[in-house]
């Protein structure tokens, strides 16, 4: 019995927006979720809420909806939504700021998640981002202009690399002394709990392999 390693999932929350998503899941995509888990399309138990501050918009208080906007947008946040489930009105589909408080994406993990990477962009605004911030966990980080993955100025690294375990959060938002607007185009992420089952059932197989030759003598 062979132990297969996890494998690193690319999320692209681009191709959840513009469909069809993984395995057909999304085929539209524009909408708005109170609640986004990630589990039925990529096999990774993340679940993606939004939170606004003022205790006043989306499903519950002081939350918003995440939101697929589709045009090479990605993964951003939205305050309401209208009957067809789409950001109301559809200019406020980024994480952005307001009068009222700033848009934060929380992603829970509901297992334990090795995240590697996040991909930023501003793609409707036609910005770069470099010199802008964001929030990621409350403290400020700042683009360079090495973050751009492709030299074309949309896609922007983050560099994340860390192991979280189930009930762990971490969260992305708007702000800092340069706030910019912003969608996520795609985050990578491995399921641990994959490999470590694997190779506990590696070792259950050897054991039994060796049981076996020892009755064989």
């Known amino acids: 019995m062979l132990a297969a390693p996890a494998q690193a999932v690319v999320i692209n929350f681009q191709d959840m927006a513009d469909g069809p998503g993984p395995i057909g899941t999304f085929v539209t995509g524009e909408a708005g979720f109170v609640v986004l888990n990630l589990l039925a399309a990529y096999g990774l138990d993340i679940s993606i809420t939004v939170l ?27 305050t309401a939504l209208d009957m067809n489930s789409e950001c109301a009105p559809s200019s406020d589909d980024n994480v952005s700021g307001g009068t009222d408080a700033s848009e934060t994406l929380v992603f829970t993990f509901n297992e334990m998640i090795t995240l590697s990477n996040i991909i930023f962009n501003d793609n409707h605004d036609g910005k770069t981002l470099d010199n802008e911030t964001v929030l990621i966990d409350g403290a400020q980080h700042t683009f360079l202009a090495a973050d751009n993955i492709a030299g074309d100025k949309k896609d922007y690294l983050y560099s994340v690399g860390t192991t979280f375990m189930a009930g762990d959060t971490i969260t992305v938002g708007y702000g800092g002394n340069a706030a910019s607007k912003f969608y996520l185009t795609s985050m990578t992420a491995t399921n641990n709990v994959s490999a470590t089952g694997s190779t506990a059932l590696l070792f259950l197989g050897l054991g039994g392999l060796f049981l076996a030759r020892r009755k064989l003598k």
């Open 52 to 78: 606004d501050g003022d205790g006043t918009a989306g499903g519950v208080a002081g939350a918003g909806y995440a939101y697929l906007d589709e045009g090479n947008a990605g993964l951003g946040a939205c």
